[in-house]
């Protein structure tokens, strides 16, 4: 399934609110020091320094220039990539290019690790020079939106547009020229808008290229991506038959668990008994409603972004791509987790152990233990309320409703939930242990 696009309200809108729960506040004048996932540290890639004053002025004068010739669409493109921190437009991005054929998780992991490494690298050069931004009074410049509260070089936005769209291009190499070419006016539009000068853009952009051609390098290419699985579907009556989904998921590289059967579920219970309890389960408008509202929504997205809102992370672009990477990363290994013991134990689904038994909507091709949306759920919920504990029991709730939906819509019996539920929740400590490490928590 493809990831929903992260629908943030217009950033005019979300700058006016506030919200007592916001704990994350400044600037993260230490982010350069926080631990990369691919990047050895974030002085790895180097940038040289800013023009001096001579070349300073000379830019003052080229965005004066350009700012003669604003239109509507750049006007459009302007708005549309401020509204929110510089990563939250790199998930729709890569949802749009998606097709089913394409394993998501890997193209969200990948994407969000070069976008968070980059991000990094960009503020360990920010405090690094020290770059003042331009001043709109003094250098007779229009400022159309607010300017960040850092150091001007490198661009941010740039930093991760050239990450962004080089993971993507590698990724999508039929449309890399239109991916780099979209990229590009990114860094045009922070020029036209009178915040950063053309330098900060261009040191920027580069930065996050150098930065994503790294982990290609060093991950992208040895991960097991375009691997596959060699083994078989077993004949024996009483297990899952069909032509498997992403049956080759488990040879991919994790990014924090040791292996993908790290944390493999026990072997599952007798089925009979379980039928029998899904058999007795009264369907009603509101349980049929649940099981609709998480297969064909998947409410996680609209969550985060609230979230992000909430707490003031819409103008904190480390703190963001924290976010987005960990939540892409546990999106990841609880996958590969999951689909592992899936493909070990092969247990049969309610409607191929009996064939009167009708779901609410059709069966996913995959065995049914662990339940994957439970898999992930747990997860997510185990990273969510580590990134914003103070709503750790919302997080968890919403857990704990998307595995009871699949129960409730009769694809999955409930012991597969609970092991989807107990595998997640292991993967999503596992994940978190990392990220107490990484030296984002010391701020």
Request: net charge neutral.
């Given at each position: 399934?493809?990831?929903?696009?992260?629908?943030?309200?217009?950033?005019?809108?979300?700058?006016?609110?506030?919200?007592?729960?916001?704990?994350?506040?400044?600037?993260?004048?230490?982010?350069?020091?926080?631990?990369?996932?691919?990047?050895?540290?974030?002085?790895?890639?180097?940038?040289?320094?800013?023009?001096?004053?001579?070349?300073?002025?000379?830019?003052?004068?080229?965005?004066?220039?350009?700012?003669?010739?604003?239109?509507?669409?750049?006007?459009?493109?302007?708005?549309?990539?401020?509204?929110?921190?510089?990563?939250?437009?790199?998930?729709?991005?890569?949802?749009?290019?998606?097709?089913?054929?394409?394993?998501?998780?890997?193209?969200?992991?990948?994407?969000?690790?070069?976008?968070?490494?980059?991000?990094?690298?960009?503020?360990?050069?920010?405090?690094?020079?020290?770059?003042?931004?331009?001043?709109?009074?003094?250098?007779?410049?229009?400022?159309?939106?607010?300017?960040?509260?850092?150091?001007?070089?490198?661009?941010?936005?740039?930093?991760?547009?050239?990450?962004?769209?080089?993971?993507?291009?590698?990724?999508?190499?039929?449309?890399?020229?239109?991916?780099?070419?979209?990229?590009?006016?990114?860094?045009?539009?922070?020029?036209?808008?009178?915040?950063?000068?053309?330098?900060?853009?261009?040191?920027?952009?580069?930065?996050?290229?150098?930065?994503?051609?790294?982990?290609?390098?060093?991950?992208?290419?040895?991960?097991?991506?375009?691997?596959?699985?060699?083994?078989?579907?077993?004949?024996?009556?009483?297990?899952?038959?069909?032509?498997?989904?992403?049956?080759?998921?488990?040879?991919?590289?994790?990014?924090?668990?040791?292996?993908?059967?790290?944390?493999?579920?026990?072997?599952?219970?007798?089925?009979?008994?379980?039928?029998?309890?899904?058999?007795?389960?009264?369907?009603?408008?509101?349980?049929?409603?649940?099981?609709?509202?998480?297969?064909?929504?998947?409410?996680?997205?609209?969550?985060?972004?609230?979230?992000?809102?909430?707490?003031?992370?819409?103008?904190?672009?480390?703190?963001?791509?924290?976010?987005?990477?960990?939540?892409?990363?546990?999106?990841?290994?609880?996958?590969?987790?999951?689909?592992?013991?899936?493909?070990?134990?092969?247990?049969?689904?309610?409607?191929?152990?009996?064939?009167?038994?009708?779901?609410?909507?059709?069966?996913?091709?995959?065995?049914?233990?662990?339940?994957?949306?439970?898999?992930?759920?747990?997860?997510?919920?185990?990273?969510?309320?580590?990134?914003?504990?103070?709503?750790?029991?919302?997080?968890?709730?919403?857990?704990?409703?998307?595995?009871?939906?699949?129960?409730?819509?009769?694809?999955?019996?409930?012991?597969?939930?609970?092991?989807?539920?107990?595998?997640?929740?292991?993967?999503?400590?596992?994940?978190?242990?990392?990220?107490?490490?990484?030296g984002a928590d010391k701020n």
């Amino acid at each position: 399934m493809k990831r929903i696009s992260f629908l943030l309200i217009v950033l005019v809108i979300v700058q006016a609110c506030t919200n007592e729960k916001a704990t994350f506040t400044g600037i993260e004048p230490t982010a350069g020091t926080w631990k990369p996932w691919v990047l050895p540290a974030a002085d790895q890639i180097v940038i040289p320094p800013p023009p001096d004053e001579d070349g300073e002025q000379a830019e003052i004068k080229q965005v004066i220039s350009l700012q003669k010739s604003i239109d509507s669409t750049a006007l459009q493109n302007l708005r549309y990539w401020n509204a929110g921190p510089p990563s939250y437009r790199w998930q729709a991005a890569a949802d749009d290019l998606l097709d089913s054929t394409q394993y998501f998780l890997r193209v969200y992991a990948l994407l969000n690790v070069a976008i968070y490494d980059a991000t990094l690298a960009a503020w360990h050069a920010k405090y690094q020079y020290n770059r003042k931004r331009l001043v709109p009074s003094k250098d007779g410049i229009k400022q159309l939106i607010a300017p960040p509260q850092t150091p001007s070089y490198p661009c941010e936005h740039s930093v991760t547009a050239g990450a962004g769209a080089t993971m993507l291009a590698y990724l999508f190499p039929a449309k890399a020229d239109s991916i780099i070419t979209a990229a590009k006016k990114i860094g045009e539009s922070r020029v036209l808008a009178g915040v950063q000068y053309p330098s900060d853009v261009e040191a920027g952009f580069e930065l996050g290229v150098n930065v994503a051609n790294y982990v290609i390098e060093h991950w992208a290419k040895s991960d097991g991506g375009t691997t596959r699985w060699p083994g078989k579907i077993p004949t024996e009556p009483g297990l899952w038959k069909g032509k498997p989904l992403h049956f080759d998921i488990p040879n991919m590289k994790t990014w924090v668990l040791t292996s993908p059967n790290q944390f493999r579920s026990v072997p599952p219970p007798d089925v009979k008994k379980d039928m029998a309890e899904l058999k007795a389960f009264k369907r009603t408008d509101q349980s049929n409603a649940r099981a609709f509202k998480w297969e064909k929504q998947w409410p996680w997205g609209d969550i985060i972004d609230k979230k992000v809102m909430e707490y003031e992370l819409l103008d904190n672009a480390p703190r963001a791509a924290r976010v987005y990477t960990l939540l892409a990363i546990a999106d990841y290994e609880s996958q590969i987790a999951n689909i592992e013991s899936k493909y070990v134990y092969f247990r049969i689904r309610p409607d191929q152990y009996d064939l009167t038994f009708k779901p609410v909507f059709k069966t996913p091709p995959s065995p049914g233990y662990p339940a994957g949306h439970a898999t992930v759920a747990a997860c997510y919920g185990e990273i969510l309320a580590y990134l914003f504990p103070s709503d750790a029991k919302e997080f968890r709730d919403l857990a704990d409703e998307e595995a009871l939906s699949r129960f409730e819509a009769g694809v999955h019996f409930r012991t597969d939930n609970e092991a989807g539920m107990k595998l997640g929740r292991e993967v999503g400590q596992e994940i978190i242990k990392r990220a107490k490490a990484d030296g984002a928590d010391k701020n």
